[in-house]
């Protein structure tokens, strides 16, 4: 069986990905922090009880999440690397 | 050749090369990668330089057709190759259809990934115009393969028409084949999105891939018509 590639936790990467995905969607600055801090306090705690997690676990997480919040910001995110 | 049937070919396939995706989705993928880290206002200056990058690509290439049908075949070309043109042409149209996109939930379309990685990585490395030009440049160089055909019937009608009108519709060809990201760039200037371009491209991908294969059998059958019989 293949090992699913891990990578260290990066809160702050993870707002960054999300407010570009929001600026792309062309949401208004204050309130594209904010889908970015709640997509990251959702993160937080979905990855609080585990000792591993893959990157592909949290983008899930996080595209759940962001689905619910705003879902121009979702799509985004979910797509930006299936344009072409 | 009267002119009017040249210019009617350079129309038809200034329209056939303006529906091919890849220029178009560089461009969105531009919008995300700057819209992330540049204000608005430079993006759009970075996407006038993408799209004239990726128009400059599609001139030279034409114009390069347009050098070489004069020189080797003195004026246009002959039966045999306008024969073979038209074979690339139906073969590329069949190709459309069956394999242009990759997979069905996206508009990824079939170029190498390690080529796709490549172009990514430069759209989120561009930082100024110069780079922006370059990386149309070179999504117009990366649809090649599919473009090829229509470079030379570009340049074979270009080649037959008066000598005053050559360099104005070679410009109007280029223009032609940019249209659609010029479309896209005054769309979001007034107020839509990428996300909005990008979902009516994932809506309409099987339209858009019906339309273009269309566009290359029509096109064959019209080289046929007007320019063999």
Request: net charge positive.
């Amino acid at each position: 069986m293949r090992k699913r590639k891990t990578y260290e936790y990066d809160r702050e990467g993870i707002k960054q990905s999300v407010l570009r995905a929001a600026r792309s969607a062309r949401i208004e600055e204050g309130w594209a922090e904010q889908i970015a801090e709640r997509a990251a306090q959702a993160t937080d705690g979905w990855i609080a009880d585990k000792s591993v997690v893959t990157e592909a676990d949290l983008r899930k997480v996080l595209y759940e999440e962001l689905k619910e919040i705003a879902p121009d910001v979702a799509f985004a995110y979910k797509n930006h690397d299936k344009i072409i | 050749m009267s002119d009017l049937l040249n210019i009617a070919t350079i129309a038809l396939v200034g329209l056939v090369q303006a529906s091919l995706q890849l220029n178009l989705g560089g461009l969105i993928l531009l919008y995300h990668s700057s819209l992330g880290k540049h204000r608005r206002r430079k993006t759009r200056y970075l996407a006038k330089s993408y799209i004239w990058g990726a128009g400059a690509i599609n001139l030279l290439a034409v114009g390069t057709c347009c050098y070489f049908i004069s020189h080797i075949f003195v004026g246009k070309m002959n039966t045999t190759w306008l024969l073979i043109t038209i074979g690339a042409l139906l073969a590329t149209s069949i190709v459309m259809w069956a394999l242009y996109y990759r997979n069905q939930g996206s508009t990824e379309l079939w170029l190498p990934r390690s080529f796709v990685r490549y172009i990514r990585k430069k759209s989120r490395e561009v930082n100024d115009d110069i780079s922006a030009f370059s990386l149309g440049m070179l999504s117009a160089f990366a649809e090649m393969p599919i473009s090829i055909a229509l470079y030379i019937v570009a340049g074979n009608a270009i080649v037959q028409m008066s000598e005053n009108y050559q360099i104005v519709t070679l410009l109007g060809y280029a223009l032609l084949s940019v249209l659609p990201m010029f479309v896209l760039k005054l769309r979001i200037k007034s107020g839509s999105s990428v996300v909005a371009a990008q979902r009516w491209r994932l809506k309409n991908r099987g339209f858009t891939q019906v339309t273009s294969g269309a566009g290359f059998l029509v096109l064959g059958l019209f080289i046929l018509a007007f320019w063999v019989m």
